[in-house]
């Protein structure tokens, strides 16, 4: 079936450090890909996506790019904030059905 | 304007009761969703409506639980002869269309539900 294996945290960066955090899926047909940012004592917030391969979602400073051949849709962001502190999940959809990752729960310290 | 409410925010109750989640999504929104987020999980996916019809119910767990829509937009998730395992985040989330291909989704800030 369809689902999605994003990377284990929980990670914890120093302020200003690059950020990747790997998310793969495997889905039939051609999903749509999100990721979703959750703040500490908030809801689930959309923060990008991609509804085609090759696009590139981005927000905030954060991009991911849809990529068919590795089915891969890696967070990056080139330099974090203390603000960026955050449980980040992976998402697919196909057709009325969403697939959420685990989370990965990144803390970033001044 | 106002987002995705749910009610209560914090539910305690024990071991074989009935429970009802409510949900109130973004005004205009057709598509609804219903999701459990256990602890160290993402969301799991339970019921989807369009409208006020069930659309897709597969990932609910069992026949305990069940849901409603009657209006198209206020649902109601209910919970029979409730259980430990039971315990859990539920999420709600409601989009424009629910046409998939991408759209959006809201989310509330769920009710953290305990079965004692």
């Known amino acids: 079936g369809d689902s999605v294996t994003q990377m284990e945290g929980p990670v914890t960066l120093s302020e200003e450090a690059f950020l990747t955090i790997n998310c793969t899926y495997t889905a039939t047909g051609y999903p749509s890909l999100f990721w979703y940012v959750q703040y500490p004592g908030e809801g689930l917030q959309l923060l990008l996506k991609?509804?085609?391969?090759?696009d590139k979602g981005s927000n905030k400073g954060f991009e991911a790019t849809y990529r068919k051949e590795t089915t891969s849709f890696h967070l990056e962001k080139g330099s974090v904030q203390v603000s960026d502190s955050a449980v980040y999940f992976c998402a697919l959809n196909t057709g009325n059905q969403f697939y959420f990752g685990t989370g990965t729960s990144l803390t970033v310290i001044p | 304007g106002a987002g995705v409410s749910q009610t209560p925010s914090n539910k305690v109750t024990e071991k074989g009761k009935y429970v009802e989640l409510r949900c109130d999504p973004i005004s205009g929104h057709t598509a609804l969703y219903w999701y459990r987020q256990s602890l160290g999980q993402g969301p799991e996916f339970l019921i989807y409506?369009?409208?006020?019809?069930?659309?897709?119910d597969s990932g609910l767990p069992n026949d305990r639980f069940f849901a409603v829509r009657p209006e198209g937009s206020v649902s109601t998730l209910k919970i029979q002869r409730t259980e430990r395992g039971d315990s859990a985040v539920y999420l709600c989330a409601s989009s424009l269309s629910g046409t998939g291909g991408g759209e959006t989704q809201y989310f509330g800030p769920g009710t953290r539900l305990l079965v004692l």
């Open positions: 409506f369009q409208g006020t019809g069930a659309a897709d």
């Open positions: 991609a509804t085609k391969a090759d």
